[in-house]
T-cell receptor, first 114, second 114 residues
């Protein structure tokens, strides 16, 4: 398995509180992604990064922000969590120059917003 | 914009039955295609991928998929399923240019009955 860890793995929080999820990789891959997985919706891209300090929005970016200050870390922040953000969040990485752009996924973070 | 449709949301099969899961995509250019599998409680893992060449792609665990360009399809097949194939399967598409965005289908849950 690719060296991707996510923390925390489980979190329960209350509406209105800020939450930060961390994705850490040891593969030195350039691209990193945050997805959310919800029943009936599959995986939807929240934000992605194509290098240190280079990020862009995905299809469901409202209410989320990201930061990437180091190649190995990609943080996802919910500024003020809402119940609609209850989901399973997956981080993924890819490297265009190798393995033909395959994405590798982390173990996921289950977030519950009460 | 690219999109992916998986028409079968839930499939139930008996062991040894043959499997075919449908995947259709919409994108006008050259694409890379993927099938991922997610076993219960786990992260997504790559089953197989198509980039170019032979449209019949063989993956792990006896799975294969056929790219039919004229039909914009990339259906997943397995001649004889096992109980251990119980999982959710996701089709995904990426334009083959430099942009790394991958679009996922909504997934098909496969339940194999012993």
């Amino acid at each position: 398995d690719a060296g991707i860890t996510q923390s925390p793995r489980h979190k329960v929080t209350e509406t209105g509180t800020p939450v930060t999820l961390r994705c850490h990789q040891t593969e030195n891959h350039r691209y990193m992604y945050w997805y959310r997985q919800d029943p009936g919706h599959g995986l939807r891209l929240i934000h992605y990064s194509y290098g240190v300090k280079d990020t862009d929005k995905g299809e469901v970016s409202d209410g989320y922000s990201v930061s990437r200050s180091k190649t190995e870390d990609f943080l996802l922040t919910l500024e003020s969590a809402t119940s609609s953000q209850t989901s399973v969040y997956f981080c993924a990485i890819s490297e265009p120059s190798g393995r033909q752009n395959e994405q590798f996924f982390g173990p996921g973070t289950r977030l519950t917003v009460l | 914009a690219q999109s992916v449709s998986q028409h079968n949301h839930h499939v139930i099969l008996s062991e040894a039955a043959s499997l075919e899961l449908g995947c259709n995509y919409s994108y006008g250019g050259t694409v890379n295609l993927f099938w991922y599998v997610q076993y219960p409680g786990q992260h997504l893992q790559l089953l197989l991928k198509y980039f170019s060449g032979d449209p019949l792609v063989k993956g792990i665990k006896g799975f294969e998929a056929e790219f039919i360009k004229s039909k914009f399809s990339f259906n997943l097949r397995k001649p004889s399923v096992q109980w251990s194939d119980t999982a959710e399967y996701f089709c995904a598409v990426k334009n083959s240019g430099g942009y790394q965005k991958v679009t996922f289908g909504t997934g098909t849950k496969l339940q194999v009955i012993p």
